[in-house]
């Protein structure tokens, strides 16, 4: 038996003071006349030697009492020497990611472990805690505690591996210490799988919390349905994961001013259609009523009034099917020829075509290096007569392969670069069979580096792009192709022009990678800022000529709508909101897990940490055996005469 405060059994030594108070106490007999006292005799020397036993057995237990009570403040425990006498290090992860707002027992998951946390372990305990936003190193739970208490929810969940690998990171590198590695979490289903190795060095503890119920309605999307000369139409996406419900209110507000409201029944998908104007800055919000996750229950959108992306087009061939592309409603498109180009207006433009010039000169190869290095895109269509040197001599500043020679050969165009950003979004499935469109000569390229978009069935290119540059390597005349009867030619082309000038969309998601054009002028050194009431955030930033590009990706971390400010001038607004990965309640079986011991509660968690530290507290004990020795001698003092 050790003792964590052996200087208090110093107050041992005090017990003999009651001993010597009883041996020395001296007690003075009068003496009293009786005619016959022989019977008193008897019956005084019984009763005198019944008082000796009571007094000396009332004496032990009481001193029994008093060392029971010294002993417990002594705190006496048991631990197996080794174990005890080595050093061990805790590092907790504490998934507060938005699943955890799921209810529990005794409330949401992510409080109920914080309160445990609090109340198990030693408050003056070293240890490292980590969430998927924050990190408290070398810490302890009486440090943290408001910390903790004050906790939120964070929209960065890591997954599993990086939760490991940082946990491990924690550690010290010293090889002889206990190591246990905690990880708090509902554990949800994801892609990536939660592996442990078998490591000598670390105990791994898993600790699940599970809610009550699995059941959650959440808003997944949005998108403009239909639109017309006055009023749009705006889709919103519902998805239900439970048991069907007949009644769900969704609630459309602008400036959080109710505008409608709807009801809809939902079994696993449901949609509902609000009619909102058109041509008319809207800052919208769309609210449903679910009392499980609180995060999807609200979605943000914003229209700003509609800004052209600037097209202009150098022609020296016809160029009626651009303008069917690149209609008044969405596009500023200019048609020059190139005789009369004046090249002061390229700067303003976001977009530049090359419509099939034979040559290309060197005034203009200067002017689209300055653009392109100011942002611009340059979309490049040659003609069946080019003049290969002054291409490749344009070619020559963007990295894009040059021109070798022409090809008098008909070609399909075959293949599709699905994956593409131009074409991410255009096709539900992948297309193997379709009407090929062709061409009857192109021009074969040398050392191909760039990214084909379009492809000719050898593979070779059809249209490729380097940074923001895009070059045909076959003329589009009727001619020599039918590219402009392909359906691919709308998507295609479209794409480079609202690419070109990447305008902000109904609403953007927090923690996915976001490229964002403004389109405004700044003046040397200023700066734009993302502002709402709650929060302001500086993005990261390039600005350009005419233009400033927003990069956004974990910052914003806060769903709403924020102001784009140059100082205190507002320029437009751009709405963010969470993923909804986190809504589906989901979980891991954590059987499958190997290489790791797993809980149900912190508490048995932090219980079973301090067990198998084999640490057996016994002041306990000597606080009950001070209590029943108090009551043995109550019972002495009453009883035995």
């Known amino acids: 038996m050790q003792f964590k405060n052996p200087e208090i059994l110093y107050a041992l030594l005090l017990l003999i003071i009651p001993i010597i108070v009883h041996l020395f106490q001296l007690r003075r007999f009068e003496k009293v006349a009786f005619t016959n006292v022989q019977f008193l005799k008897n019956i005084t020397l019984q009763t005198r030697k019944s008082s000796q036993i009571k007094k000396w057995v009332t004496l032990f237990t009481r001193l029994l009492l008093l060392a029971c009570i010294i002993i417990a403040f002594a705190q006496p425990y048991q631990a197996n020497t080794k174990s005890f006498n080595t050093k061990t290090e805790t590092v907790i992860y504490l998934d507060n990611s938005f699943s955890m707002q799921a209810k529990g027992t005794n409330g949401t998951l992510l409080n109920t472990a914080i309160q445990d946390l609090i109340a198990h372990v030693d408050e003056n305990e070293t240890l490292h805690i980590f969430t998927n936003d924050f990190n408290f190193p070398n810490t302890s739970i009486k440090a943290i505690k408001n910390d903790l208490i004050q906790r939120s929810y964070s929209s960065n969940q890591l997954d599993y591996d990086a939760v490991v690998l940082k946990g491990q990171k924690a550690f010290s590198k010293d090889k002889g210490r206990i190591k246990n590695l905690v990880l708090i979490s509902d554990f949800q289903q994801k892609d990536d799988i939660l592996t442990l190795q078998n490591d000598s060095l670390i105990n791994y503890r898993l600790v699940q919390l599970q809610p009550k119920n699995t059941s959650n309605v959440s808003i997944d999307s949005l998108y403009i349905s239909k639109t017309n000369v006055e009023t749009l139409e705006l889709t919103v996406n519902l998805s239900n994961q439970g048991i069907p419900i007949e009644t769900v209110s969704v609630s459309l507000l602008e400036d959080d001013q109710l505008i409608a409201k709807s009801a809809v029944a939902i079994d696993r998908k449901a949609e509902t259609v609000f009619t909102i104007p058109n041509n008319k800055a809207f800052k919208g919000k769309i609210t449903i009523d679910d009392a499980n996750l609180k995060y999807d229950n609200t979605f943000y959108f914003n229209l700003d009034k509609n800004q052209p992306i600037k097209v202009l087009v150098i022609n020296e061939a016809n160029a009626d099917f651009l303008k069917k592309l690149y209609t008044d409603d969405e596009f500023d498109l200019t048609l020059v020829d190139y005789k009369g180009l004046n090249y002061n207006s390229i700067v303003d433009q976001n977009l530049i075509v090359l419509n099939e010039l034979k040559n290309i000169p060197n005034a203009l190869i200067t002017s689209l290096n300055s653009f392109s290095n100011d942002g611009g895109s340059i979309l490049i269509i040659p003609s069946v007569e080019s003049d290969l040197n002054s291409y490749n001599q344009l070619f020559e500043n963007y990295s894009l392969p040059s021109f070798s020679s022409k090809a008098a050969t008909e070609k399909l165009i075959t293949k599709i670069n699905f994956s593409h950003p131009l074409l991410s979004n255009v096709f539900d499935k992948k297309v193997d069979n379709f009407q090929y469109p062709k061409v009857n000569s192109f021009y074969k390229i040398s050392n191909p580096t760039a990214a084909n978009i379009l492809s000719f069935e ?127 309640l989901n979980y891991m079986n954590l059987s499958q897990v190997t290489n790791s011991l797993k809980n149900s509660s912190v508490a048995s968690a932090i219980d079973a940490i301090k067990s198998n530290a084999n640490v057996n507290e016994l002041w306990k004990w000597f606080v009950i055996f001070a209590v029943a020795f108090l009551i043995i001698e109550m019972l002495i003092l009453k009883f035995l005469k």
């Open 458 to 584: 050898d593979n070779t290119a059809f249209l490729t792009q380097a940074n923001n540059v895009f070059v045909f390597t076959a003329a589009l005349d009727d001619d020599n192709s039918n590219f402009k009867n392909s359906p691919l030619i709308v998507p295609v082309l479209y794409n480079i022009g609202k690419q070109s000038l990447k305008l902000p969309r109904l609403y953007y998601t927090i923690g996915t990678k976001n490229t964002i054009d403004i389109n405004t002028t700044l003046l040397q050194d200023a700066i734009l800022k993302l502002s709402n009431a709650e929060s302001s955030v500086i993005p990261m930033q390039q600005t350009y000529t005419h233009k400033v590009q927003l990069i956004t990706d974990d910052y914003p971390n806060t769903a709403g709508t924020y102001e784009v400010k140059n100082k205190d001038n507002i320029i437009q607004h751009l709405s963010y909101n969470y993923d909804r990965k986190e809504s589906n």
